[in-house]
């Protein structure tokens, strides 16, 4: 397994010192389960090497936003990446703080914008002409002055599936190049703005340098000029996006990665200035699984189906994006494998999980899909009224509950009948 926190012992899986078939008997499935091991270990890698460095940590929420997650990194210190007032209450609640949370995301409302003034988010980070406009008014309104940075797409092939690049001119994302300078300079003439600092993001699941160092050298430029136009940048926001091993993918490792590009920077002359990495996908994706139990085993003559109990709704990346997740057996048989195609119970022939795997498995086995912690949960929905999984932490020989599983009642709580 890609990470040592989940690891057989005696033929059966184990989440830290707990054994995965104790948890799925415990909390049903399908079942999320994090290691809180594996997220410090994450986390620390990325803080031990900005320690003593100009560098800080901001958690993008996105890849997981359960508070037990998040309350693990804030008791480190951590800071936050949101995209939503809906993330900044969960940064909140999981005793996260509003000055240590940038606020990305390219279409923010007024009213999320004043929340996020109102609660004292480090900076905003903007991404067009008519957002500045938006947030100097409601700065204005409440008398304030907002923190801003802009969002400049580097137009940088970061070499990942077509979904999740972002950093080339054909995205939706960001400021472009050539009109960076010219966009700084209204913010700039802005009354309620504080102009701090640039940021970018480029992609996920990026499995290179280069493309960041790419990146940081068409900012590094722009804060010259910019710098020359007035106006000082105390800070370069290097998005997120590092990418994990699901299958034989060998991404940079974290510390090697954070050192490469602080070094690249006080190599071109700014090591001033305050370096901001926004990770998701790096600090969650290998900490969790989703345990999941075979309903039905169902031959075939083209192709044989393990029918599982997750399903697309659960677990979106394959049907979205084909994402490979490993699955592996919670118990390992000493059986002949077959070649399966592990799916869930949804109507959509979309609905599947992993293609074509060898496993010995028999009905009512239970399989972990590998790799789920980072954009797993997040992304699931109740479509086919199927409730949402429920979610557990290990911590060395403890398993807690951190999100109940749904209840079907729940799922149409708010709707009502016509009356007549
Ligand atoms: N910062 C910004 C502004 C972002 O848009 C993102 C992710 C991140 C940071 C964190 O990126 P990460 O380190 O996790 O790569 N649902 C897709 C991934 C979408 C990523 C969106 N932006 C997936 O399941 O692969």
Known sequence: MSDSAFHYVGGVLHAEGVSAASLAEQFGTPLYVY???A?????HAYADACAGRRAT???????NSNLAVLNVFARMGAGFDIVSSGELARVLAAGGRAQNTVFSGVGKSA???REALEAGVKCFNVESIPELHALNEVAKSLGRKAPVSLRVNPDVDAKTHPYIST?????????????ARATYAQAHAMAHLDVVGIDCHIGSQITEISPYLDAVDKLLELVEQIESDGMSIRHVDVGGGLGITYDDETPPDIGDFVKTLLDHIEKRGHGQREVYFEPGRSLVGNAGVLLTRVEYLKPGEEKNFAIVDAAMNDLARPAMYEAFHRIVPVVKRDAKAHRYDVVGPVCESGDWL?????LAIEQGDLLAICSAGAYGFVMSSNYNTRPRAAEVMVDGERARLVREREEVKQLFAGESILPD
């Open 167 to 179: 950093g080339l001119k054909s995205n939706k994302f960001g400021v472009a190049f050539g009109d």
């Open 111 to 113: 009213a999320e914008m």
């Open 35 to 37: 290691s809180r091991d």
């Open 39 to 43: 997220l410090t270990r994450a986390y």
């Open 354 to 358: 992993g293609r074509d795997r060898e």
């Open 57 to 63: 940590v901001h958690v993008a929420v996105k890849a």
